[in-house]
């Protein structure tokens, strides 16, 4: 039976389009629901006898009222409401109209308006000053009388926001905040594939065979994590056949090796004891090689594992066998790898400082997001320009680390590819005291 053909995802910019309308909407609704929500706002209303009260005598000016001196104040441009009211105040006041000057406050990003002074006729005086006293003046306003000493004293009301201003504040903050959380709740559903997408490429850079992403979210995602798929599938047959044609070669090496052991043996034994040599370091070679390929081809199982009690594992071995090898105490440091592999890396590390220093001194610690582990001896160490070397397969160091000491060249390798198949790394740098150390860092 053939399998049920999957859903047809919709494209992310779809999505997005269709969320980012959502969310307008939302906005424009609470926006809309202010229409009907907000009262008609009142303006304050005070009166020229109020004005005059505070002019008068400041210390019984009004409640909301503010009464200051000034040097200087400047007219504005004409209009009919400022010079109605300059008259009724002078007439209140008793004082000639060029004493007065009331100016109103332009709202903010507009411009004084103009007016044809010569269509409008001279606003008349009120009929007493009990009359002048009862003019009313809406919103605010700048009432300004100049003293006797020339200086001039300003009345205003009171700053401060109406009910329908700190409402509408309230609101608008509440709208921001209700469409701030639409949007977070937008931009996590977004995130959501795109971080698993992210995680799974920091899994497979830990571990190769890490299982596939899931072929979930919006069509481009998918897409996407079908061709992450298929590149870790072909990563993984190009490591394979790799493996599998180093181990074929090594393998049929084995037979003409045989067959020339067998040739000369009839041999100078000169050259028998010579070529004899030859051919069994070319056998170890091969063994080493297919031992090589074999470890770096093996799928191991990870799991959570204490890289303290690794470590005093691989020490304990050592120590048994008569070496000078310790290893620092502290905190377990648990991480999830292949203890077989990881086991196979420290007693490569341990095994070079015991073979060309005679000690090793391990220390183990957990640094941020990663796990440090030194393993440190006191031998003669190698050069600057073969830091990097070492680590190439079959290299070996023309001073401490030659021939006659043994080995192909494969350990630091094999400990490196190792450590990089879980996400880590192996480096070696000269220690002052004298020595060399190798630092391996791993992800916890």
């Not at 706002?41 to 503010?66: C, S, W, Y």
């Not at 009839?266 to 297919?290: G, H, K, L, N, Y």
């Not at 120590?319 to 890396?345: C, F, N, Q, Y």
């Not at 160490?381 to 021939?403: A, C, K, L, T, W």
Request: with cysteine; hydrophobic share 45%; charged share 25%.
């Amino acid at each position: 039976m053939s399998k049920t053909a999957a859903a047809p995802r919709s494209p992310l910019f779809l999505r997005i389009f269709v969320r980012m309308l959502a969310c307008v909407a939302v906005v424009q609704l609470l926006n809309f629901g202010l229409l009907f929500a907000i009262q008609t706002p009142n303006p304050k209303l005070h009166t020229v006898g109020q004005i005059v009260q505070a002019m008068r005598d400041p210390n019984a000016a009004p409640e909301g009222f503010e009464v200051r001196p000034a040097g200087t104040v400047e007219r504005q441009p004409w209009n009919p409401r400022a010079d109605r009211t300059e008259v009724a105040l002078a007439t209140a006041l008793g004082v000639p109209r060029d004493q007065v000057i009331l100016r109103f406050p332009v709202g903010f990003l507009q411009r004084p308006q103009v007016y044809n002074r010569a269509s409008v006729p001279p606003a008349p005086a009120p009929a007493s000053p009990a009359a002048a006293q009862d003019v009313a003046i809406t919103g605010a306003f700048e009432a300004a009388l100049r003293l006797p000493d020339g200086s001039w004293r300003t009345v205003t009301p009171g700053e401060g926001l109406e009910p329908w201003r700190l409402f509408v504040i309230a609101w608008l903050l509440l709208s921001a905040l209700a469409a701030a959380m639409f949007a977070w709740a937008m931009a996590q559903r977004f995130a959501r594939p795109i971080g698993a997408f992210a995680r799974a490429a920091e899994r497979l850079g830990r571990d190769p065979r890490a299982p596939p992403i899931e072929l979930d979210g919006p069509a481009e995602i998918a897409e996407a994590a079908r061709a992450f798929n298929d590149m870790q599938a072909r990563l993984n047959r190009y490591v394979d056949d790799r493996a599998t044609m180093i181990a074929a070669v090594a393998h049929d090496l084995r037979t003409p090796l045989m067959r020339l052991g067998l040739r000369i043996e009839d041999a100078d034994p000169a050259i028998r004891t010579a070529c004899e040599c030859d051919i069994r370091e070319m056998q170890a070679m091969i063994s080493t090689v297919m031992a090589y390929v074999r470890d770096s081809s093996r799928i191991g199982v990870r799991r959570p594992l204490d890289l303290r009690s690794l470590a005093e594992t691989v020490v304990d071995d050592a120590a048994d066998r008569g070496a000078a090898v310790s290893l620092e105490t502290g905190d377990p440091v648990v991480i999830e790898a292949d203890p077989v592999a990881l086991k196979a890396m420290l007693a490569n590390l341990v095994g070079n400082a015991i073979k060309y220093a005679g000690g090793a001194e391990l220390v183990l610690e957990a640094r941020g997001p990663e796990a440090m582990i030194a393993v440190r001896d006191r031998g003669p160490g190698i050069p600057d320009e073969d830091m990097e070397r070492v680590f190439d397969p079959f290299f070996r160091g023309e001073r401490s680390r030659n021939r006659d000491t043994g080995g192909m060249g494969l350990g630091l390798a094999s400990a490196r590819a190792t450590a990089r198949a879980h996400g880590g790394d192996i480096t070696l740098r000269r220690r002052e005291t004298g020595g060399l150390c190798a630092m391996v860092t791993l992800p916890l």
